[in-house]
């Protein structure tokens, strides 16, 4: 472990399924294969990769909101399983992708982004208020959106009400899982820009989940390919974009520019065997980086 690592993750596995149903044992899914690295104060971790490679998974599991089936996450030194919801929320906050569903309809936006302060319970309603409404300035929606309910509110506008709940109790971590994918692509760029600065302004650390290499690009430091549920490449953006190791992460890269100048990961076909034996490349990551 580094020593200026926020996170710590140790062959970290994790298995859906198994269970004993009526018709017999359902199968298990591998979502994430031993899986090493650290997060690093001031990175910004991009984690790219097909659909289905275990990314969600795996940004659960460093959230504390999933158990790893074997190995560890460590937050601080601590086993995160072991620590409470209230103070891994202290450390690390998260944005989903859907700024329509991860917002409580019945909610004012201020109530909304008040809301981590009122759990935490340290401030009365006044402050709270008058924290939500700083915040609101902050991510760039004025405080006259206050009262205003999700439903009023454009896709970018959500989205930065979310950033804001995120950012109230101040955390150092913020972990983003396609943050702006559900967005119109005139807002996306905004909505990333804005993350830009406020890691500038609040000295905060990304783990920026994406399906899309033109993101990954634009905003990561380092960036891990996962590919079956395995990280089979970790480095700098620069050395992943510039000088792709791994046979997958150069699939992807050419692929990727060959349909579209970057966007987002193709459904790759490529078949079984062929995918299996890209998998157990001998680059595969298996140790902390
Ligand atoms: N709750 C669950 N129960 C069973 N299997 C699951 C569950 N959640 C995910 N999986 C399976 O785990 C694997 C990894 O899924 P995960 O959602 O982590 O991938 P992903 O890379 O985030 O994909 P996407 O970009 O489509 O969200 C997939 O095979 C998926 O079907």
Redesign the pocket.
């Known amino acids: 472990m580094s020593k200026d690592a926020i996170l710590s993750l140790s062959n970290v596995t994790h298995d ?2 198994g269970r004993r149903v009526i018709t017999g044992r359902s199968p298990t ?1 591998r ?2 294969e031993d899986v090493s690295f650290d997060v690093r104060k001031g990175d910004i971790l991009g984690i790219v ?12 599991i460093m959230l504390g909101l999933l158990p790893p089936t074997q190995g560890e996450v460590l937050l601080d030194g601590t086993p995160i399983i072991e620590m409470s919801r209230k103070r891994i929320a202290e450390r690390i906050q998260f944005i989903f992708q859907d700024p329509y569903s991860s917002l409580n309809p019945r909610q004012s936006v201020g109530q909304i982004v008040g809301y981590p302060l009122y759990l935490r319970g340290q401030e009365n309603a006044a402050e709270r208020d008058r924290k939500a409404r700083e915040l609101l300035d902050i991510v760039g929606l004025s405080s006259r959106f206050f009262d205003a309910y999700p439903s009023q509110m454009s896709g970018g506008q959500r989205q930065r009400v979310a950033i804001a709940r995120a950012l109230i109790t101040r955390p150092d971590l913020l972990i983003c ?2 943050p702006t994918s559900a967005l119109d692509v005139s807002v996306q760029s905004q909505v990333l820009n804005l993350l830009l600065e406020l890691r500038e302004e609040f000295g905060l650390t990304y783990v920026m ?1 994406s ?1 899309n290499m033109a993101v990954i690009q634009h905003m990561t430091t380092r960036v891990a390919v ?1 590919f079956l ?1 395995r990280i089979v490449e970790m480095d700098t953006s620069e050395k992943v974009f510039g000088t792709p190791q791994h046979p997958y992460t150069r699939l992807l890269l050419n692929s990727t520019l060959s349909v579209n100048q970057g966007a987002g990961v193709p459904d790759l076909n490529v078949d079984a065997e062929a995918r299996h034996a890209m998998r157990d490349h001998p680059s595969y990551v298996s140790q902390r980086v």
Do not use: C, P, R, Y
């Open positions: 859906f399924g899914i979502a994430v990769g097909e659909s289905g490679s275990g990314k969600t998974t795996l940004a659960k899982d396609e989940v399906h996962m549920g």
